[in-house]
């Protein structure tokens, strides 16, 4: 029984002192992240680079304005003026400094929640919009179920916690992913500081970003902190290295600048550039010209994406045109566009143009001529009949 007993200690010893193997060399370089979740995704087709807890839902604070910002640009009319809600401005937290009877632009509310993360911003915003701040919640949750936001609830314009607000780090991902497509979104959260003006009467003022990664690691350039004492730090950051994109976010995490940092360390170093080679689109259908059929043509022969080991193949395109296109029309003219997906979410989109010129067939109006007067004397008929 001591020799089995010496040969089962020796057996183990022997085991744990057997080299690392091939499968854990693979994993040493993955950070170790003191985020409760986290992903970090390419910005262009959104495969997942790095997870943590990916899908599960978190409150996520501050960052919840992403959407609120989205929304606040994709409404249209960024220079009109008019007069803050003076109940909206009545919020605990972040502020851009708003005041009662202060005169402000929708452009320079979007300032003021991305950069300072004026929760008064986020109220007054919801209110323009939409009248209250339970409306624009609905919009909120809309504009999510329309991204394919499985795990996300909006409850607040701001991120100040409602019952069942919270969302989960992968689709806080691909919010991201959405706002940075719009270009005025990407633009003032990628500065460290901007002017803008507000008041009564509005004068200029500088607004400062709490987003301390722009300054901290090279080629960042957005997103959105957040933080409340239940969601902890929350950090949505994006970063672009010779071509490639990749979107981070941790939510949850007491060390977020630097986790965000490692994980861009990691992710760099398993993504490349991969070039998206355009397929050959057959002719679009036109109406009002000789021919039946016009050429297209693209302004490019690929398209570079960030990916990590993607097959190109399960990247699938849509033509987007109308039914017909109607002469006439010149060699040049943008007539379409191209619509990459990769698992039913839009990578990117180019124009289609026409590659040669159509003239307008006279023939074929003379023949919409005679139609329409055949068709308005059996009219006629029917009328006195």
């Not at 939510?251 to 397929?279: Q, T």
């Not at 994406?305 to 699938?316: H, M, N, P, V």
């Amino acid at each position: 029984m001591k020799k089995i007993i010496s040969f089962i200690a020796a057996a183990v010893m022997i085991v744990n002192a057997q080299p690392m193997s091939a499968l854990d060399a693979q994993c040493s370089d993955i950070p170790q992240i003191s985020a409760k979740a986290a992903v970090l995704i390419s910005a262009d087709t959104g495969e997942i680079v790095f997870e943590k807890n990916s899908d599960e839902k978190l409150p996520m604070a501050s960052t919840t304005k992403i959407m609120t910002t989205l929304l606040c640009l994709e409404s249209g009319n960024l220079d009109e003026e008019f007069v803050v809600d003076s109940e909206a401005i009545k919020v605990e937290g972040s502020s851009m400094g708003l005041q009662e009877g202060d005169i402000v632009t929708k452009y320079a509310l979007c300032c003021g929640m991305l950069l300072p993360s004026g929760n008064d911003a986020a109220n007054v915003t919801a209110i323009k919009l939409a009248g209250s701040m339970e409306a624009f919640a609905d919009l909120m949750n809309e504009r999510a179920c329309e991204m394919g936001l499985s795990r996300t609830f909006f409850v607040t314009p701001s991120g100040l916690e409602g019952d069942g607000h919270g969302s989960s780090a992968y689709d806080m991902a691909i919010l991201a992913r959405e706002a940075l497509r719009n270009p005025v979104f990407r633009e003032i959260c990628s500065q460290s500081s901007i002017q803008t003006e507000f008041g009564n009467p509005p004068y200029k003022r500088w607004l400062k970003n709490t987003n301390k990664l722009l300054n901290m690691y090279d080629g960042v350039y957005g997103v959105k902190t957040g933080f409340t004492d239940e969601a902890g730090r929350c950090l949505v950051s994006a970063c672009e290295r010779n071509g490639e994109n990749l979107i981070c976010v941790t939510l949850n995490d007491r060390n977020d600048w630097a986790d965000h940092s490692a994980l861009y360390d990691y992710g760099f170093e398993k993504v490349s550039c991969v070039d998206l080679e355009i397929p050959e689109i057959p002719p679009l259908d036109i109406a009002g010209s000789v021919s039946e059929k016009l050429s297209v043509t693209v302004g490019e022969s690929s398209i570079p994406l960030t990916s990590c080991g993607l097959d190109l193949d399960e990247i699938e395109y849509t033509v987007i045109s109308a039914p017909f296109v109607y002469a006439p029309v010149c060699e040049g003219d943008e007539i379409g566009s191209l619509r990459f997906c990769f698992k039913g979410r839009e990578v990117c989109s180019i124009p289609l143009f026409a590659a040669e010129n159509a003239d307008f067939s006279h023939k074929s109006e003379d023949n919409k001529s005679k139609n329409k007067f055949v068709e308005f004397i059996k009219r006629l008929g029917k009328v006195f009949s």
